[in-house]
């Protein structure tokens, strides 16, 4: 699968633009701030229905404008597949595939394979659980959109159980049959989640231990855990227990919505123990890692984007995961980057063919 053409109207600081790509290595190169991460970021909108670095619809549109349209041609299995993403300030967004538009943006999530690798990606490391749940969960969706809606409907009746909590609080009364009824779908699909979860991981660690030996050459022992509290009790269980609780919080204080991943280093979190070099091989592993999980599932390579890919490796580390392009392990990338003869050299070294676009 590839990218053909992208044509951007109005996309954040871009007025107009056009390009027709490479079926192998397309890179953009510029001064910082003129566009190049959002056009790698409109191409993940495609891919995703939303922006990977600001979801808010309305802060897309190029501040001059009322709108914006994304437009990008696709060949996937040998078949010709447009998609449009098209934006109006205070009106809903559409999305469409061959001129149809999707009636619920999550039927087309995982029909167009891609991954991001970015220095927004720290985050993961950084940042609470619910940044390593929305990773978790965004690779499990591209291939699972029945586990994609399960976790949309957990969402909305925790949302409804915590309405219900603020509302018994509210007005000093309590009834527990309307609690019952969310417990009961709560429990359900949190079961649900945390087994798909669990199965997942146990799949995804031992290819991203395997991506993290390649990087670094075996030089340190890395790993990754799943931490919830449903392998200690069911959901039900939980949420009995800690009804009081939950009734002074007036929130949900337990199921799958705190689920959280622990990335170790030797052992130890490596946001602590972990060096920045220990830190950026960590993070590119673990979306080769996805990469890999992805394609297996698909049987497409998805798309790859490289976005200030040397703000996290050395050129020697880049140009490997370049040269893999020449394997067929990767398929189409894009890459952004400040200096266009330090890109040049890494992309030719590939033996590769390549566009490259400045900005």
């Known amino acids: 699968m590839f990218l053909k053409h992208l044509s951007l109207v109005n996309y954040k600081n871009l007025d107009s633009a056009s390009f027709e790509f490479d079926t192998k290595i397309n890179c953009f190169v510029g001064n910082n701030g003129v566009g190049k991460t959002n056009v790698l970021d409109s191409i993940y909108h495609l891919a995703f229905g939303k922006s990977y670095f600001n ?88 291939s699972d959109n029945v586990y994609l809606n399960k976790l949309i409907q957990y969402g909305k009746i925790n949302a409804q159980r915590n309405s219900l909590l603020k509302y018994f609080a509210a007005n000093h009364s309590f009834d527990r049959d309307t609690l019952e009824v969310y417990n009961l779908q709560l429990s359900d699909l949190g079961q649900y989640i945390f087994e798909k979860r669990k199965a997942f991981l146990e799949e995804f660690i031992p290819i991203f231990n395997k991506r993290y030996a390649d990087i670094t050459k075996n030089e340190e022992q890395v790993d990754i855990s799943f931490k919830s509290q449903l392998f200690d009790s069911s959901l039900a269980s939980l949420l009995e227990a800690n009804l009081q609780k939950d009734m002074a919080l007036q929130y949900t204080s337990v199921g799958t919505h705190k689920d959280d991943l622990s990335f170790e280093i030797e052992g130890h979190p490596i946001k602590k123990f972990g060096s920045q070099g220990q830190q ?53 990338i894009f890459i952004s980057d400040t200096h266009a003869d330090r890109t040049e050299a890494v992309v030719k070294s590939s033996k590769q063919s390549y566009k490259l676009f400045k900005l």
């Open 280 to 332: 950026k091989s960590f993070l590119v592993a673990l979306k080769l890692a996805q990469f890999d999980f992805i394609k297996a599932i698909s049987k497409v390579n998805p798309i790859l984007l490289l976005d200030d890919i040397f703000d996290k490796l050395d050129e020697q580390r880049v140009a490997h995961i370049v040269a893999l392009v020449a394997t067929d392990q990767l398929g189409q």
């Open 55 to 142: 979801p808010i619809t309305s802060q897309n549109i190029n501040h001059d404008a009322d709108f914006f349209v994304v437009e990008g041609q696709f060949e996937k299995l040998q078949k010709e597949e447009q998609i449009l993403v098209s934006a109006k300030r205070g009106q809903k967004k559409v999305i469409k595939r061959n001129n149809k538009p999707y009636e619920k943006f999550s039927e087309h999530i995982g029909f167009i394979p891609t991954v991001i690798i970015s220095p927004a990606d720290r985050d993961l490391i950084i940042e609470g659980s619910e940044t390593r749940r929305k990773f978790m969960d965004g690779v499990i969706s591209q």
